[in-house]
């Protein structure tokens, strides 16, 4: 596990990440041009999105940004437990405008999907390593990251760029990035808020 950094309140928290967000993008924008942001579904990435579209509109250059998902659920774009509606909803709509959007199509059927997913990323990056700028990442309380849930046999697929699940969890099949892209990733945000989650954090290190 890498640094781990404890804030005492909610707006801290969230003024970190997005600063975070900020300085990275910057640093890659003037590296190669653009920037790689992998997003991820829950409630505290929603308050994360809040805040980039309220103060940070206009100090990342989103044109030259280019978004995509770590997972999603097997269910219609407009679905409520849809990883893309949540970024859309609280982020992508309340912006003038983002380089390019990379959504994993959940409503079709998921073999397919998670292919077609593997396929634009090959494309997107034009070369044998894909490896992202920067992920925002969410934990479950039970400690899966991404669609990667403990003890699952989508875990053990590390080669895998991106799969479907096995099986359903709390009622969806999910297509997730594998564990070795993922690990790819220049920068990774863990966002943990809790003492529950956070115990189940350390307990795992």
Known sequence: ????????????????????????????????????????????????????????????????????????????????????KLAYDHLISKLKTVGSIHRIKGEIEENKAAKEYQEELLNFFNTKEIRFDFALLGMGRDGHVASLFPKSEEIKKRNDLVLVTNKTYNGFKRITMGLDLINRINYKLLLVIGKDKFKTLVSKD
């Not at 829950?42 to 103060?55: A, H, M, R, S, W």
């Open 1 to 84: 596990m890498n640094n781990i950094v404890k804030t005492t309140s909610q707006n801290e928290f969230v003024k970190i990440v997005c600063e975070k967000i900020k300085d990275e993008s910057l640093k890659k924008i003037k590296e190669k041009g653009n920037f790689t942001l992998v997003l991820a579904g829950g409630q505290t990435p929603k308050i994360i999105f809040n805040e980039l579209v309220l103060n940070y509109e206009k100090n990342i250059e989103w044109s030259k940004t280019s978004l995509f998902w770590i997972d999603e659920r097997c269910v219609e774009p407009i679905d409520v437990n849809s990883n893309f």
